[in-house]
């Protein structure tokens, strides 16, 4: 079935440091791709989206770019703050019935920044 | 716009009772789920509605009833609680015509069952 990996967490980095969260994932057809962030004691956001091979989604510094030949979608961000810990979840959508779109989650890094 | 609301936000129950979980949007949009978050597990679709009247089951929809009787509502439904089910909830809405079908998240119900 579809699937989507994350790299495990927790990552703990220091303010200024350059990100990677790595995220693979396994579809039958050709998937858009989500990164959500989940602040603490909030609901998930939306932070960025691709919805074709090679697209690059960025949102607030962090990019990721939909890559079909080795079936990433690594998050990157060049300097990150303190603001920027959360949890982030890589998810993928086959697209839609009728208007319903099924999102399937990796299993979520939780990102923590030190200043 | 209150956006998705969720309620209660946190809530404990024995194995066995009953509970209803409380979602609504004010954003007229026609879809609507409901998630569980586990640790390590990320989030798992239990049900979801593509519009009043209209429900489908999800990836793990067992121990779990839902309803949609109005476009607003969505409501999820446990009819005998159990340690299983200890879990955050989420619930989550979208709109097909805007074409981004960007799902929009309530800040969920934290639930423990003992």
């Known amino acids: 079935g579809d699937s ?14 350059f990100l990677t969260i790595n995220c693979t994932y396994t579809a039958t057809g050709y998937p858009s791709l989500f990164w959500y962030v989940q602040y603490p004691g909030e609901g998930l956001q939306l932070l960025l989206k691709a919805t074709k091979a090679d697209d690059k ?3 607030k510094g962090f990019e990721a770019t939909y890559r079909k030949e080795t079936t990433s979608f690594h998050l990157e961000k060049g300097s990150v703050q303190v603001s920027d810990s959360a949890v982030y979840f890589c998810a993928l959508s086959l697209g839609h019935t009728q ?3 099924k999102l399937v989650f990796g299993q979520g ?4 920044i030190n200043p | 716009n209150a956006g998705v609301t969720q309620t209660p936000k946190f809530q404990v129950l024995k194995t066995g009772q009953s509970m209803t979980l409380q979602c609504a949007q004010d954003m007229n949009h026609e879809y609507m789920s409901w998630y569980r978050q586990d640790p390590g597990m990320g989030l798992r679709l239990i049900h979801y509605s593509v519009g009043a009247g209209i429900t489908d089951q999800g990836e793990v929809p067992n121990g779990y009833n839902v309803s949609r009787s109005t476009t607003e509502d969505f409501p999820l ?13 989420f619930c989550a809405s979208s709109y097909s015509a805007s074409g981004s079908y960007e799902q929009y998240f309530g800040p969920g119900t ?5």
């Open chain 1, 99 to 101: 208007g319903a779109q």
């Open chain 2, 77 to 89: 439904r446990l009819l005998s609680a159990a340690p299983s089910q200890t879990s955050v909830y």
């Open chain 2, 110 to 114: 934290r639930l423990t069952v003992t």
């Open chain 1, 4 to 17: 989507v990996t994350q790299m495990e967490g927790p990552v703990t980095l220091s303010e200024e440091a």
């Open chain 1, 57 to 59: 989604g960025s949102n």
């Open chain 1, 109 to 112: 890094t939780r990102l923590t």
